[in-house]
């Protein structure tokens, strides 16, 4: 039973609300005199409940509609098919899922009680994000688009800083737009493996609705439009220059754009890149967290 809660958990994605509270940290070390180190752990396991519940919820409605049983499941992709192999086992997932939740969002009224509402409306959009995600926002092909962006960029950063801060920042905000940016990418790409799996329970995600072709060409210019964010970020002295170091892993979005634009979304094509966006996703974040520390 708890084999099968943690394999639903998709621990291997886990990592990525680390590295967007890594990020918030780097940017509220700028502000802040010092930090707390009890503020920075409810923040961060605040951000891995809220994850773990929505890939609790993702997988346990993905068995319930049937979606998981025909779905080619690749590391990057189509669930973890834990409760495929244990159907008894769904109850418990979905209230661990409902723990989840629960438990960051006690974390965050705990952060409103000292700092106040600042923080209030990060946490809203972050609970609808989490309960609508799966039977709602993937009927929306824009908005299922950018929730993850949402949820790993303004809302985990910005809500880092804040807690550690107090306040709000430029640098903060535009630094969250990084890895916005990236995780739509990540997202994105990995729905190409489900396509018609998930168009046979209804849902309506980008790739879906607008064609592969336009996925493809919309994942270049979110490339571009990341790199822009870095470029005019050092430009402006909102980032440091050694904020430059984070366009060398973006060398790697953009060989993964020209590969898919040139050989297809078949999966035995695909399936090297989707490692590869892993990788830009994580190194990127990491790096301008490092740069804005350190530069």
């Not at 890939?55 to 495929?84: C, H, I, K, M």
């Not at 962006?149 to 903060?172: D, K, M, W």
């Amino acid at each position: 039973m708890l084999h099968t809660i943690a394999r639903s958990m998709r621990v291997p994605f886990l990592v990525l609300s680390p590295v967007s509270v890594f990020l918030g940290f780097a940017t509220a070390s700028q502000i802040a005199l010092s930090i707390d180190p009890m503020s920075l752990f409810l923040v961060l396991l605040g951000a891995l409940f809220a994850h773990i519940s929505v890939n609790l919820f993702n997988e346990y409605q993905d068995f319930q509609s049937g979606l998981d049983t025909r779905t080619t499941r690749t590391p990057f992709s189509g669930g973890s098919g834990a409760l495929v192999q244990n159907p008894d086992a769904a109850v418990f997932v979905f209230y661990s899922a409902v723990t989840s939740l629960l438990l960051s969002a006690l974390i965050g009224v705990y952060f409103m009680s000292s700092l106040g509402m600042s923080i209030l409306p990060l946490g809203v959009i972050g609970f609808i994000i989490i309960i609508t995600y799966t039977r709602w926002l993937n009927q929306h092909p824009v908005l299922c688009l950018m929730a993850p962006g949402i949820g790993f960029g303004p809302l985990i950063v910005l809500g880092t800083h804040v807690v550690l801060t107090g306040e709000y920042s430029l640098q903060a905000g535009i630094a969250s737009l990084v890895p916005f940016f990236l995780a739509n990418n990540l997202l994105l790409l990995n729905q190409y493996p489900d396509i018609k799996a998930d168009k046979s329970v209804g849902r309506r995600h980008f790739p879906i609705v607008y064609g592969e072709r336009k996925g493809i060409l919309l994942y270049g210019n979110t490339v571009m439009a990341t790199c822009g964010v870095i470029v005019i970020g050092i430009s402006t002295g909102i980032f440091p220059e050694l904020s430059v170091v984070c366009l060398f892993p973006m060398v790697g979005a953009v060989m993964i754009f020209f590969g898919i634009a040139r050989h297809g979304t078949a999966l035995s094509r695909l399936l090297p890149y989707l490692g590869m966006n892993v990788g830009v996703t994580i190194l990127t974040t990491v790096f301008l967290g490092l740069s804005i520390l350190y530069g």
